[in-house]
């Protein structure tokens, strides 16, 4: 009975991870959306522009405020289901600095070190700031530019300290394109990819480096 039992919380957690959660936060008049990964969502049309990054997160992140946790060999499911629901807090972040909207795209969790899980994360979002004349997207006459988001990379990083690492890359990005702006050129961010891999100094800690494609006239 207790493999039966098993049997069925597996099937309705792989249910709850084909679930599409909308929902709206009044940030700057803004709007954003998690998709399950692999869904082709209309609301997708328009956000062009991208955020890539994985993090480290202990499972307990997953949980609902006071949900016990489940049998830890279901610990995999659950991180997988609710991996987008956990990246609508790095929505809000993108929304607060450099989006109008924003929805998560892709989500992916696998276990890590200790109680933790990696997950790996694609935003689609689309600019808030007014980035001036552009040609189309299509015109081979905008030029791309690759932008590195930190003078070097950053080293022995917890994982703790991801998230604030994150806006300190969103800012850069921001300023790039202030900064082209005032040199005459249009600019809008097109995407940002936030790299990790692991210290070679101290076990838990990580490396991390940012890069944004821009796109200017």
Do not use: K
């Not at 921001?174 to 809008?188: H, I, K, P, V, Y």
């Amino acid at each position: 009975m207790g493999l039966i039992r098993i049997g069925f919380a597996i099937v309705a957690l792989l249910a709850i991870a084909v679930v599409v959660t909308a929902f709206t936060l009044n940030s700057r008049n803004s709007e954003t959306t998690d998709v399950a990964d692999g869904l082709s969502d209309p609301r997708l049309a328009g956000l062009t522009h991208s955020v890539r990054y994985t993090d480290i997160v202990p499972f307990e992140a997953f949980l609902n405020a006071g949900e016990e946790p489940p049998e830890r060999t279901l610990w995999p499911v659950y991180a997988e289901a609710r991996a987008a629901v956990y990246a609508q807090e790095e929505c809000q972040r993108l929304l607060d600095i450099l989006a109008a909207s924003c929805v998560v795209a892709e989500s992916d969790a696998s276990p890590a070190r200790d109680d933790h899980f990696q997950i790996a994360i694609r935003l689609a979002f689309a600019p808030a700031d007014d980035m001036g004349d552009l040609p189309d997207r299509a015109d081979l006459s905008a030029e791309t530019q690759i932008v590195e988001l930190s003078d070097e990379v950053r080293t022995n990083v917890s994982p703790e300290d991801f998230g604030a690492l994150r806006a300190n890359y969103y800012r850069a990005a921001l300023q790039a394109c202030d900064s082209a702006r005032a040199n005459g050129s249009a600019c809008l961010v097109d995407q940002i990819v936030i790299e990790q891999s692991d210290s070679f100094n101290e076990e838990g800690r990580y490396n991390v480096s940012g890069r944004a494609l821009v796109l200017t006239d």
